[in-house]
């Protein structure tokens, strides 16, 4: 359970996988510079805040604008979950996540304990689609069809992999991306992508759906 109720949080975070040969403590984010540690979420995942000197979103951008404006600093999501040999990075948003990363975690020596994930996206659509544990829910590939001006496709449904038209072209896809959700769900529960990013909608009753995946994963699709 969370440590604390104080906020609510919700909608698109945006971020990536690593790989760490370490364990790393609980609250570790909370000793980079302008990083405050606010709750434990669930085991292993935990929420954070981060400032910025400039707005990394729509609504702080028209307050920066607001000639009232009184210089303070901007405030920011972020969410990471600690797993054995691998870490998960989100912050609320693209231009959020890539200033924390430029401005903030590649400047303190934890970056040299992170190292590129790569996700085998490919073969997870191709041989996880087979045993039926996910549907995949968006299927972005590059197309290498003999002859064929089309050079890139993207399938959207509620279980691509079971269409006839996915089907029939499966062995001309290179797959780099996909949506997924348990079979019993009804929304996607995260995207993935070859170059280990990643895209989930924040539901606190899918973080642990979302750790039963990567434990799906480490079974030979993670690099």
């Known amino acids: 359970m969370p440590e604390s109720n104080s906020h609510i949080i919700s909608g698109g975070f945006t971020g990536r996988i690593y790989s760490i040969d370490n364990t790393l403590p609980e609250k570790f984010l909370a000793d980079l510079p302008n990083v405050n540690y606010e709750q434990t979420i669930l085991a292993g995942w935990e929420y954070y805040s981060f400032t910025s000197n400039i707005p990394l979103n729509g609504n702080d951008e028209r307050h920066y604008y607001n000639e009232n404006y009184d210089g303070s600093p901007f405030l920011n999501e972020l969410l990471c979950c600690r797993a054995i040999g691998h870490l998960l990075i989100f912050a609320r948003g693209k231009r959020a996540y890539n200033y924390f990363l430029e401005h903030i975690l590649n400047k303190d020596a934890i970056v040299l304990e992170l190292k590129n994930c790569f996700i085998s996206v490919d073969s997870f659509v191709k041989i996880g689609a087979k045993e039926k544990d996910y549907n995949l829910t968006s299927i972005s590939a590059f197309y290498r069809g003999i002859g064929d001006s089309l050079k890139s496709v993207r399938f959207f449904g509620e279980d691509v992999a079971n269409s006839d038209l996915f089907k029939n072209s499966i062995d001309e896809l290179k797959i780099y991306r996909c949506g997924v959700k348990e079979l019993s769900q009804v929304d996607e529960m995260i995207s993935i992508g070859t ?20 434990k799906f994963l480490k079974k030979g699709l993670l690099k």
Not at 196 to 214: A, C, D, P, R, T
């Open 195 to 214: 170059d280990g990013s990643l895209y989930f909608k924040y539901e606190y009753q899918n973080l642990q759906k979302i750790n039963n995946l990567f």
